[in-house]
């Protein structure tokens, strides 16, 4: 069982409630959400904002706390950070070599130095967007409504295709996407025991508690693998 404290917040943990998403069949979010990803970076960036927004006031009514929906964003929030450090390399580097970069005329060199790239702007406006679609998936769908949301999708398609009709792809893939907000929650709970024993950020963090992670993800990929052999006997 994991250790957490009472006011952990996990990475897309389902949480009960009577919303409308809630009572939402599962296979008709997971299409939702599939369809409207990809849809998303078709979308001008000031749509993409504004239902960014609209998802974000949603969320609220839906019961979703904002420590909730900030926790969910945090892989978009590295990225941007990443996205930035590789601009501001870039720029620093023209910098030194004495280059004329094309906005150096319609704006102040320092200014161009720190200023992110418009696309990157862009494109970590629509991650938001995607992360808060998954976010509305995970967190009102629990992991067997996926499941079996899955099979349906699966059923259905084997149904049109000359194929088997059993749905041997579903299970594999609903343990794939159900493992990843695990790896999560294993990740805070032994981030937790780190903190309870008066542990620091940094370096020696991420060296010590990187393997302990990997083998008790490991070791809970072989708890599952066991139960569905278990299971299926």
């Not at 501001?88 to 060199?109: A, F, K, Q, T």
């Not at 099979?151 to 343990?175: D, T, Y």
């Amino acid at each position: 069982m994991a250790i957490t404290s009472s006011d952990t917040v996990v990475l897309f943990r389902y949480k009960g409630g009577s919303s409308f998403f809630h009572r939402l069949p599962a296979w008709c979010k997971i299409l939702l959400v599939f369809i409207s990803s990809a849809m998303v970076f078709l979308l001008p960036s000031q749509i993409a904002l504004l239902f960014s927004l609209f998802f974000f006031l949603t969320a609220v009514h839906t019961g979703f706390t904002l420590k909730e929906q900030i926790t969910d964003l945090i892989p978009v929030f590295y990225y941007t950070l990443l996205l930035y450090a590789v601009t501001l390399g870039g720029h620093i580097y023209e910098y030194l070599n004495v280059l004329r970069p094309v906005d150096e005329r319609s704006m102040p060199l320092l200014l161009y130095v720190l200023s992110p790239a418009p696309q990157d702007i862009r494109l970590c406006i629509r991650l938001v967007l995607v992360f808060q679609l998954t976010s509305f998936l995970f967190r009102t769908t629990t992991s067997l409504a996926l499941m079996q949301g899955i099979g349906q999708i699966e059923i259905c398609i084997r149904k049109i295709l000359p194929v088997s009709k059993k749905p041997e792809f579903a299970e594999l893939f609903s343990f794939f996407l159900l493992f990843i907000p695990r790896i999560l929650e294993i990740w805070n709970s032994i981030e937790y025991a780190w903190k309870a024993r008066r542990g620091k950020n940094g370096i020696k963090k991420i060296l010590i508690l990187t393997p302990v992670l990997i083998s008790l993800c490991m070791h809970s990929a072989w708890q599952t693998s066991r139960a569905v052999r278990n299971r299926h006997q």
